[in-house]
């Protein structure tokens, strides 16, 4: 990797609030940026809001508002969203930027050899605000199950971007990982879906079908249509084409997307990438989506769970860390208050939370505060689980992180510090003895929060402002305190029968 690293996230479509599954793209990314720059990397990281197309216009025009103002109201509800969850982005990009706007067009100058006129044929749904083939309409009786609104026949001229002129190139850059799909069974998915080469996309539409977008060059009566504006935020937010820089941070070291968008991210973004003589992203990183009680999250189930409530109730770092680690990096996940609480109340209270309270207080009982012997770091191996973070395997570095929590644990159980203090009383050498051992875990403590900092920040800064100095303050507040509100505590007093 070079000295300058980048990392991108999808940019989410400014019609909905912000859910978990925009979360999840933040918070990896987060994860990736955070750990790098720990190793004194420069790290470049992208968000935004995609602000053109029907639906935006149309909640607009339900809220008796403008187009604009009503995207400037969702990029400021993404942005408080991505700074409640504690992400340091460095670049946020709205696709109404009118330097975006600019550069769109002079992609789509550049692209032109590659881009032709033709009549589409097919059928739109506005909800998804793209088209269906007649194989999906069919299976759906015409009706779009997500949104329960018919499909309507579109006829129309468009724009195409020949993909199809790429397939060879893509094929290649993925089979050699040249642009690596991670998890590798997408990058199968994906090749398989390929396999008679890529398809060619619209990218416009008549100017009467799609208002609200970027006007074609050289064609008034064409706008263009979401994927060509949309995924060009990833450079145009660094400044292509014109503005100094943007070479120092392209090709991006990895693309954080949901697995619902990579046939775009691998299908199209390539294509345009290679039309403008650019290279590819180094990694494209594919979450999956998060269920709840093994059932995809809906209105319609009433199973929605909101990030907004979860942080509010159980603050952020629980959040950062339940969806870091028992939400698989790489596949499909699972939430349930009962899951959540537990890991909450266990993990996070019982074993980390109750572990850096006890430490706190042996130090400031037997020894006034003064942890004495030089802390010792980097006692236990971090191979593991560095080769973990650097593959995109986040959970299982959090595993790991917890082998160490638990050993600390297990350590302190067997060399039983408040029985080395009562032994100072008979015998003067045991007070060296249990310096020691309080100094081996304070710096196994700060080790551990080396570890946890791109995962949890505020947790691993309250350990290491605990620790670090030498002197612990005698205000350690429990980290992590107790929490059932979702599901019954299982120490709470039985109510009697019949009470
Ligand atoms: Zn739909």
Not at 411 to 421: Q, T
């Amino acid at each position: 990797m070079g000295k300058n690293l980048y990392v991108t996230t999808a940019i989410p479509y400014a019609s909905g609030a912000p859910h978990i599954g925009h979360a999840i793209d933040y918070i990896l990314a987060d994860i990736w940026s955070r750990y790098w720059r720990q190793q004194g990397r420069e790290v470049r990281f992208q968000v935004g809001t995609d602000e053109h197309g029907n639906k935006v216009a149309a909640k607009a025009a339900a809220e008796n508002v403008t187009p604009q103002v009503y995207a400037d109201k969702m990029a400021g509800l993404y942005a408080e969203f991505i700074k409640k969850l504690n992400v340091e982005y460095t670049d946020f990009i709205r696709t109404t930027d009118p330097h975006h706007m600019g550069a769109v067009q002079y992609i789509w100058q550049q692209l032109l050899p590659h881009i032709y006129k033709s009549t589409y044929e097919g059928w739109y749904c506005m909800g998804h605000e793209a088209f269906f083939t007649d194989k999906e309409v069919e299976e759906t009786h015409g009706v779009c199950p997500d949104h329960q609104t018919p499909y309507q026949h579109v006829s129309e001229e468009n724009y195409f971007l020949r993909c199809s002129d790429f397939t060879d190139q893509v094929r290649e850059a993925i089979e050699s990982k040249k642009m690596q799909i991670i998890p590798e069974f997408r990058a199968k998915e994906f090749l398989d879906l390929m396999k008679d080469g890529l398809k060619d996309v619209s990218i416009s539409r008549p100017r009467k079908s799609l208002t609200w977008g970027v006007p074609v060059p050289g064609d008034p009566e064409q706008v263009m249509y979401v994927w060509l504006d949309a995924l060009a935020n990833y450079i145009t937010v660094l400044g292509y084409p014109d503005k100094p820089g943007w070479q120092d941070y392209w090709p991006a070291n990895v693309e954080v997307i949901g697995k619902d968008i990579l046939r775009f991210h691998a299908g199209i973004w390539p294509p345009m990438l290679l039309g403008l003589g650019l290279p590819l992203p180094k990694v494209l990183l594919v979450h999956g989506h998060v269920n709840s009680g093994g059932v995809k999250m809906s209105k319609t189930v009433g199973n929605v769970v909101d990030p907004n409530q979860l942080i509010d109730e159980y603050g952020v770092d629980a959040f950062r860390y339940y969806f870091a680690r028992h939400i698989p990096t790489q596949d499909d996940g699972d939430f349930t208050w009962e899951k959540f609480e537990s890991a909450y109340n266990g993990e996070l209270g019982n074993d980390l939370g109750n572990l850096v309270q006890r430490v706190a207080s042996m130090v400031t009982r037997y020894q006034a505060g003064v942890i004495g012997a030089e802390a010792v770091t980097g006692e236990h191996d971090m191979s593991a689980y560095r080769a973990f973070m650097e593959q995109y395997a986040f959970d299982r570095a959090l595993d790991e992180i917890w082998e160490n929590v638990r050993a600390l644990n297990q350590y302190l159980e067997n060399v039983k510090p408040w029985e080395i203090a009562k032994a100072i009383e008979k015998n003067a050498e045991e007070k060296d003895h249990l310096e020691e051992v309080l100094a081996h875990t304070t710096g196994s403590l700060l080790q551990i929060a080396t570890e946890l900092q791109p995962f949890m920040p505020a947790t691993a800064a309250e350990i290491s402002r605990l620790f670090a100095s030498g002197v612990v303050p005698g205000d350690a507040a429990p980290l992590f305190p107790r929490r059932y509100i979702h599901t019954p505590d299982p120490r709470a007093p039985k109510v009697p029968q019949g009470a």
